[in-house]
């Protein structure tokens, strides 16, 4: 069947020939939590996801991590993709934030998709022109942008019905802070009257405050 590929944002006009490589690959589901790959680990294949988000995080030498991109539907791996035509390892893990639908295209078939499909060759690189980009959006905001400014947009991005359930030291990995420097904001945010926090969750209270704060560039 090629019910995936249809669904595949990107691959839906890709040549007959590869089509017919990729209709023998079957989707698999993964539970949230689920590790996809490790530091040091080489790269076996090229993931689509086809629905959910993966995380992919860098730990540094103090043991800090950092969020450094999200892979959702029509999304690519940058460290994969590099893995794949470069032979570098992976520098960072990949975590499943969500339950995710996925396929998993072997490494071989993966390079003879690069070199005989047009179609799949431009799905592979722009994705990752804008995978590139959103990184050097976060290089930016990381070197440029206050850590209220992140935080309040970090809050607005994942926010659901008002409410971000995330913790303190996941939404500083989000934001490329300590966890305690969050700890800090988000108690003068609540002061402010800007949200509340519970335990695991932050209530957003003024939305408007928040989007003022999040455009702030120093």
């Given at each position: 069947?090629?019910?995936?590929?249809?669904?595949?944002?990107?691959?839906?006009?890709?040549?007959?020939?590869?089509?017919?490589r990729l209709a023998r690959l079957v989707p698999v589901t993964l539970d949230r939590g689920t590790a996809l790959f490790h530091p040091g680990e080489a790269a076996?294949?090229?993931?689509?996801?086809?629905?959910?988000?993966?995380?992919?995080?860098?730990?540094?030498?103090?043991?800090?991590?950092?969020?450094?991109?999200?892979?959702?539907?029509?999304?690519?791996?940058?460290?994969?993709?590099?893995?794949?035509?470069?032979?570098?390892?992976?520098?960072?893990?990949?975590?499943?934030?969500?339950?995710?639908?996925?396929?998993?295209?072997?490494?071989?078939?993966?390079?003879?998709?690069?070199?005989?499909?047009?179609?799949?060759?431009?799905?592979?690189?722009?994705?990752?022109?804008?995978?590139?980009?959103?990184?050097?959006?976060?290089?930016?905001?990381?070197?440029?942008?206050?850590?209220?400014?992140?935080?309040?947009?970090?809050?607005?991005?994942?926010?659901?019905?008002?409410?971000?359930?995330?913790?303190?030291?996941?939404?500083?990995?989000?934001?490329?802070?300590?966890?305690?420097?969050?700890?800090?904001?988000?108690?003068?945010?609540?002061?402010?009257?800007?949200?509340?926090?519970?335990?695991?969750?932050?209530?957003?209270?003024?939305?408007?405050?928040?989007?003022?704060?999040?455009?702030?560039?120093?």
């Amino acid at each position: 069947m090629t019910g995936w590929i249809e669904a595949a944002t990107g691959l839906d006009r890709i040549e007959a020939a590869a089509r017919r490589r990729l209709a023998r690959l079957v989707p698999v589901t993964l539970d949230r939590g689920t590790a996809l790959f490790h530091p040091g680990e080489a790269a076996k294949g090229f993931i689509v996801v086809l629905a959910g988000r993966i995380e992919v995080f860098l730990t540094g030498p103090s043991g800090r991590d950092i969020l450094l991109y999200s892979v959702e539907a029509g999304g690519s791996c940058v460290q994969t993709t590099l893995g794949l035509l470069g032979g570098e390892d992976y520098t960072g893990e990949a975590v499943a934030a969500t339950e995710v639908r996925a396929v998993l295209i072997p490494r071989a078939d993966f390079l003879a998709l690069m070199d005989t499909s047009p179609a799949f060759r431009g799905f592979v690189f722009t994705a990752f022109a804008e995978r590139m980009q959103g990184m050097l959006h976060l290089l930016e905001r990381v070197a440029f942008q206050r850590v209220e400014s992140r935080l309040a947009a970090a809050l607005l991005d994942r926010a659901e019905a008002g409410e971000v359930r995330a913790t303190h030291q996941e939404l500083a990995t989000a934001i490329g802070s300590a966890r305690e420097v969050v700890s800090r904001r988000l108690d003068a945010f609540a002061r402010s009257g800007l949200v509340a926090t519970e335990r695991g969750s932050v209530i957003l209270r003024d939305s408007t405050a928040l989007a003022r704060l999040a455009a702030v560039q120093d």
